[in-house]
T-cell receptor, first 113, second 113 residues
């Protein structure tokens, strides 16, 4: 089944404790991206990747890192999480870029206390 | 920066009625996409309309695009309770360096039996 998976689905952590949210797709997509969704603000793009080893900042990259060492995986790293990073995070992928249909993961709800 | 803005923010209708939501954007685009999100879940792609298209249909969905006004509308005909969800428009930047995908803040649709 074609899908985007994210882990964990729910995470409660404390300020400053490094964490990684994994994202994997099995559709051989080139484009992958991360979004955060906050009430009243909609979805905002954090980082995106056009292909392996090619990443770029979206609208709200501060406090996040990403890597794209393999085509299927695009982990989101929070080196030192803060309470303002409490949010619902989505990973998405598409065949070749933002002009194509995006396939979204189920989301990761992160709480930083 | 968020390119698309949906209107209205919230819409409540009864089953069988039509629902219309609008999206306005600021700069030139290649494509405009509409997505649906059921509460807290990942977004699901509904329809994509290219900048050289004016209207597109998919089942009970009808999308129009007016590039001169930088706006799009999504019409859901004969709505059902299962259409209750948030709807987002997404636009990609029409530039050589723009690979980002921008989502609006969404329209929350409630369809009551």
């Amino acid at each position: 089944e074609a899908q985007v998976t994210q882990n964990p689905r729910y995470l409660i952590t404390v300020t400053g404790k490094k964490l990684t949210v994994t994202c994997s797709q099995n559709m051989n997509h080139e484009y992958m991206s991360w979004y955060r969704q906050d009430p009243g603000l909609g979805l905002r793009q954090i980082y995106y990747s056009m292909n392996v080893e090619v990443t770029d900042k979206g609208d709200v990259p501060e406090g996040y890192k990403v890597s794209r060492k393999e085509k299927r995986n695009f982990p989101l790293i929070l080196e030192s999480p803060s309470p303002n990073q409490t949010s619902l995070y989505f990973c998405a992928s598409s065949f070749s870029g933002p002009r194509n249909e995006q396939y979204f993961g189920p989301g990761t709800r992160l709480t930083v206390t | 920066s968020q390119q698309g803005e949906e209107d209205p923010q919230a819409l409540s209708i009864q089953e069988g009625e039509n629902a219309t939501m609008n999206c306005s954007y600021k700069t030139s685009i290649n494509n405009l996409q509409w997505y649906r999100q059921n509460s807290g879940r990942g977004l699901v792609h509904l329809i994509l309309i290219r900048s050289n298209e004016r209207e597109k249909h998919s089942g009970r969905l009808r999308v129009t695009l007016d590039t001169s006004k930088k706006s799009s509308s999504l019409l859901i005909t004969a709505s059902r309770a299962a259409d209750t969800a948030s709807y987002f428009c997404a636009t990609d930047m029409n530039s050589n360096s723009g690979y980002a995908l921008n989502f609006g803040k969404g329209t929350s649709l409630l369809v009551t039996p």
